[in-house]
């Protein structure tokens, strides 16, 4: 029964953390530019059933016995979101491969298809952030300065575009994802590298939306709160009898 027991308590783990994900994935689901991340679950190790009928097979062809199931993965899913017109011109969306690189006030870089920026004013200067007020970075890793006339308080919108850095990773699956959505260098993903002008085109005055599909996730938390009741289903009568099996040697 102990079997049993830890069989369906795996399961419980596996599946909540497979809801938590889902909830996070709903909850941004109107979140600019966030990438959906997609579980991947294996069976925890197998070992060969002690059945007289498997004394003749071969290693290979014995009866399996599983031990439960983890979350093996979950991965990030890079697949493009839809276009949003927004006809603001510190707004930019990313068609294809890449992305728009941040610094805070650290100096740590993050990486963002949230391509929601703004204007933060320093005395005569002004400079691209994006809404957190992170800088927003060109090719070489330096904050884009804009052509900003103080006299008038204007700023020319039409030299930002050109001026964006645009980012790839050998393996973006790999990245770490922060609290505020972007996302931070692995050993997994590799070292970023200056995007190819021909994996991507950016659009001034457009966002990316989120890449969350509501109808997939809703029956994904189905799947999810099913295979939860099953576990906890299995942990209980697995308790049960082992009381009744107590019960009995008593």
Do not use: C, W
């Amino acid at each position: 029964m102990n079997k049993a027991f830890y069989t369906g308590a795996s399961g419980l783990r596996a599946y909540q953390k497979d809801m938590n994900i889902i909830g996070h994935n709903v909850v941004n689901s109107a979140t600019v530019g966030y990438k959906a991340t997609i579980p991947e679950f294996r069976e925890l190790v197998n070992t060969n059933m002690d059945v007289n009928i498997n004394r003749e097979r071969d290693e290979n062809n014995k009866i399996k016995e599983g031990h439960g199931v983890q979350m093996f993965h979950d991965d990030l899913n890079f697949t493009q979101g839809k276009y949003q017109s927004t006809e603001y011109p510190l707004d930019f969306l990313i068609a294809g491969d890449g992305l728009f690189a941040v610094q805070n006030d650290t100096g740590r870089i993050e990486y963002t298809r949230n391509g929601s920026f703004d204007v933060s004013i320093e005395g005569n200067a002004a400079f691209l952030v994006n809404a957190e007020g992170k800088y927003v970075l060109d090719q070489n890793n330096q904050k884009i300065q804009l052509d900003y006339k103080p006299e008038t308080n204007t700023i020319d919108t039409d030299t930002v575009k050109p001026r964006l850095g645009v980012f790839s990773f050998t393996n973006p699956n790999g990245l770490i994802r922060t609290d505020g959505g972007s996302f931070l260098v692995s050993e997994n993903s590799g070292e970023p590298q200056a995007a190819s002008r021909a994996d991507y085109t950016i659009y001034q005055g457009s966002l990316e939306s989120s890449n969350v599909e509501l109808s997939q996730e809703m029956t994904n938390l189905i799947v999810a709160q099913r295979a939860y009741q099953f576990s906890s289903k299995v942990v209980t009568t697995a308790d049960e009898i082992e009381q009744l099996v107590n019960s009995l040697r008593g």
